[in-house]
């Protein structure tokens, strides 16, 4: 491709709105360009690497036995309606009306527009199992869209879905899609981990994330430092075995606090540590208030508090519903005298609180000397806090240890959540009507080149890795009015061509510092440049990823250049 001829619009300055590297230089090196917030055009560059992206991905979805089909991304309520969605997804769902007032959704995911279809299609367990994917745009409301393409409302994503008649054929086309996801992310050079990780809206069992470390990740992978064991920290386990110590019992009593209602501020005014105090806080899980204990050194984690109550949705209880609970604000409640029929659930490391301090239900007023089942009840202890650097590793190996990650990828074991909902079932091979069993597997394919971009670039610009570059050579010629330059670079463009090398020709009649400064931006991984050299057939070349230079003669390039690219 010849630059004049195409639509590289490169930037000089960095975008005052763009906070990461990868959404900087995106934007500088002419590949997006934003539409609205969380909206972006792909501009030539950037839809040939999405599309070397969409080739690799697809390489290994069919090589793991998926098939590509492509589903509308206009969705009716309906479908929604009858897995019980339409509202429980949240305010991210896109919904709209139509002329005649039908609501529909624009896509965030498939699930309910794949069961739909396979259930009026596939009737019989000998068709099955079946894997299904595609790659097209989704939607999502987010609330704050931030670092360019990493979290946008429109992106491009691979999702793909599998039914089978029995669990043991689920758990082999999972095992085969997570090789293949590995496959796929190997191939792209990112350095990645898989985790264990929460299904969210999606709902399901077992699912695991694929993230990309990266400092700008807004996830936190907690792992073992010393094995293989890796979760995503809403889903990382705390195995502890707390043990209460042996400290003789005060009687309670209650004291005023005045203007002290945050943590810290109780310890401090009594003169104690924060793991004495008891953290006190009420949820609405599916409506039910259900009062949450946890050390005050520690942070209750929602996903757990979710899991333990079998809610659907689980949220913080407003100030209104505390008070007309408890008849106080939310700074001064605890666990002492409560009215009946409050659920009370501690996470266990409550039970190490001997003569601790918890709110006393009124305002301006805690108890001291407060110690779990012998001045109140709990109805039951379990693992609600997230876990802590430091902590043991869940797998009895090591200690955990935090890094930041990007998530590009997830894998579901749905099982049958969708299918008994919507009445998607089967004939078994005794003729009984069976729902069927469900895996969902997605990737970010936007999102997994902005990972690609945070991770492969220096202060000039990308250095893009060989199998997702837009083009391979960059080729130079410094002045495209010296006939020399000019014509040698025509012939090479040619020949490089002929042997299928993907070639940008910068013949823009710009100065030489130009079109260096805008190479580098691009960051193909080898530059050509044809200089004053050209009647002699000497040319220099540049290896974007080294910076390594050399000068290669016209008849010696083709094999130096199969030899950099192992073709």
Known sequence: MKQSATFIPTLRETPADAEVKSHQLLLRAGFIRQNTSGIY??????????????????EEMEEAGSVEIAMPALQQAELWQESDRWY??????????????????????????????????????????????????????????????????????????????????????????????????????????????DSGAIGGTDNHEFMVLSDIGEDTVAYSDSSSYAANIEMAEVNIDYNRPDEAVKEMEKKETPDQKTIA???????????????????????????????????INDIKVKRVTGAKVIEMATPEQVE??????????????????????????????????????????????????????????????????GDPSPDGNGTIVFAKGIEVGHIFKLGTRYSEAMDGTF??????????????????????????????????????????????????????????????????YKLLKSYRYEVLLDDRNERAGVKFADSDLI???????????AAEGILEVKVRSTGETFEWKREELLDHLQQFFKI
Not at 523 to 533: D, E, N, S, V
């Open 41 to 58: 055009s792909y501009l030539p560059l950037g839809k040939k690497v999405l599309q070397k992206v969409e080739a690799i991905v697809r």
């Open 88 to 197: 429980s997804y949240g305010a991210e769902l896109m919904r709209m009306t139509d002329r005649n007032g039908r609501e529909f959704a624009l896509g965030p995911t498939h699930e309910e527009v794949i069961t739909s279809l396979l259930r009026d299609e596939v009737k019989s367990y000998k068709k099955l199992p079946l894997n299904l994917f595609q790659i097209q745009s989704k939607f999502r409301d987010e609330k704050r869209p931030r670092f360019g393409l990493l979290r946008g409302r429109e992106f491009l994503m691979k999702d793909a879905y599998s039914f089978h008649a029995t669990t043991e054929s689920l758990d082999e086309t999972y095992d085969q899609m997570m090789q293949a996801y590995k496959n796929i992310f190997t191939r792209l050079g990112l350095n990645f981990r898989a985790v264990l990780a």
């Open 265 to 299: 501020q109780v310890a401090e005014f009594f003169g104690t540590t924060a793991d004495q105090c008891i953290k006190t806080l009420i949820f609405s899980a599916d409506e039910e208030l259900v009062m949450i204990l946890a050390r005050g050194d520690h942070e």
């Open 324 to 389: 007309a609970l408890l008849s106080c604000e939310v700074g001064s409640i605890g666990p002492v005298k409560l009215p009946e029929g409050i659920r009370v659930i501690a996470d266990n490391a409550i039970k190490t609180i001997v003569n601790g301090i918890a709110g006393a239900n009124e305002a301006g007023m805690h108890w001291i000397n407060v110690t779990p089942e012998e001045d109140f009840a709990v109805d039951s202890y379990e693992d609600l806090r997230f876990v802590q650097e």
């Open 427 to 492: 004939l078994n091979d005794q003729g009984k009507a069976k729902p069927y069993i469900m895996g969902c597997y997605g990737i970010g394919v936007s999102r997994v080149l902005a990972a690609v971009a945070e991770e492969f670039q220096d202060g000039k610009g990308f250095i893009w890795p060989n199998v997702i570059t837009p083009y391979d050579i960059h080729l130079v010629p410094v002045n495209m009015k010296d006939e020399a330059q000019r014509e040698l670079g025509e012939d090479l």
């Open 523 to 533: 960051g193909l991984p080898i530059r050509i440049t044809i200089g004053k050299r």
